[in-house]
């Protein structure tokens, strides 16, 4: 085989391992993909990746690793928590809380139950950046955390 061909035939098996990476769907685009079309179906602006927000939730996320505990950091930003067992994607996880948007009333600005919160800091007009990490436990239990800047669910204020 000449040179070039088994070099291009090296390159296209060398893209063909990697697809399934790309396609786990957990990159940070995937993360702000998924935050943006929910704002999108609500008439809010987009939010970009903020490298700085990505840290402070990789060092939280590194920190439960050993348990998977959806504890909140209390940091200085905003913050949804998800886990799942499997290979729960940022996609699947900013989806789960979008999934919350049935227990949000605007017209009240109430949650309908205690589970809308998610959605709403997903959805808050004011916020502008997000950063995410995600880990998988020692449990294999898969713990993801975004947060956000500026936060949200502020009590009395409408997210959009």
């Given at each position: 085989?000449p040179?070039?061909?088994l070099l291009s035939?090296?390159?296209?098996m060398?893209?063909i391992?990697?697809a399934?990476?790309t396609?786990?769907q957990?990159?940070?685009?995937?993360?702000?993909?998924?935050?943006n079309?929910?704002?999108a179906?609500v008439?809010?602006g987009?939010?970009?990746w903020?490298?700085?927000l990505?840290?402070y939730?990789?060092?939280?996320?590194?920190?439960k690793i050993g348990?998977c505990?959806?504890?909140?950091?209390?940091?200085?930003?905003?913050?949804?928590l998800?886990?799942?067992?499997?290979?729960?994607?940022a996609i699947?996880?900013?989806?789960f809380?979008?999934s919350?948007k049935k227990?949000?009333?605007?017209?009240?600005?109430?949650c309908?139950?205690d589970e809308?919160?998610h959605?709403t800091?997903?959805v808050w007009?004011?916020?502008?950046?997000?950063g995410?990490?995600?880990?998988?436990?020692?449990?294999?239990w898969?713990f993801?955390i975004c947060n956000?800047?500026?936060p949200?669910n502020y009590v009395?204020?409408l997210?959009?």
């Open positions: 085989m040179l070039l061909k035939f090296i390159t296209l060398g893209l391992t990697l399934p990476i396609l786990a957990n990159s940070h685009q995937d993360f702000v993909n998924a935050h079309a929910a704002r179906r008439g809010v987009p939010v970009s903020n490298y700085t990505a840290a939730a990789q060092t939280y996320a590194n920190k348990t505990e959806m504890k909140h950091s209390y940091g200085p930003y905003g913050e949804n998800a886990e799942g067992y499997g290979e729960m994607t699947e996880a900013v989806n809380w979008v919350e227990y949000y009333d605007h017209r009240s600005n109430r309908v139950r809308c919160r959605y800091q997903v007009q004011d916020t502008k950046h997000v995410c990490a995600r880990v998988k436990c020692h449990n294999n898969i993801v956000y800047d500026p949200g009395g204020q997210p959009y």
